[in-house]
């Protein structure tokens, strides 16, 4: 979620997860203390400029492949795979940032998707992505049916999204 959170702009100090018990008053007590501290030092957060970065941000922790990630966490780093194969926790730390900027940019390019046919260039204008990467992902997306050709502009193709 941090590495998430950071890739989209938004900060990882916004989201915070403490596990206090209902014996703990007094590290309750601090933790609210220091989150509230923490908010006022980052100042009021302006839901507005991130419109696009938030929806890709719940689009990629609803994605099927991060929850999949995710849930073999256990598995992978050590029970091992069905091959007996375990996963240094360091490179599985990797393979889940690396699909979560995957599905992160993909969610992004959808994002962009909704209001309007774009190029690969006016998507990579909105979203801030190089436009190799736009390119990438909306092949990725077209592949998956979830993208597609709506046509050109002089020689320039426009992109559509498609509902899932």
């Known amino acids: 979620m941090q590495h998430l959170m950071n890739i989209s702009g938004i900060g990882s100090d916004r989201v915070q997860l403490r596990w206090v018990s209902s014996a703990e008053g007094n590290l309750f007590a601090e933790y609210v203390t220091e989150i509230s501290d923490l908010t006022k030092k980052l100042g009021p957060f302006d839901r507005n400029k991130f419109e696009l970065p938030l929806g890709a941000v719940e689009q990629t922790l609803n994605s099927a492949r991060i929850r999949w990630l995710m849930g073999l966490t256990r598995q992978l780093t050590e029970q091992g795979n069905v091959y007996q194969e375990k996963l240094e926790k360091e490179k599985y730390q990797k393979l889940i940032h690396q ?59 426009r992109f559509i999204g498609l509902a899932a």
């Open 99 to 157: 699909a979560t900027e995957e599905e992160y940019h993909k969610a992004l390019v959808l994002g962009a998707l909704k209001e309007t046919p774009l190029s690969v260039r006016g998507l990579s204008e909105i979203t801030g992505l190089p436009v190799y990467t736009v390119s990438l992902r909306l092949n990725e997306l077209e592949r998956e049916g979830r993208a597609e050709l709506s046509g050109y502009d002089g020689s320039t193709p």
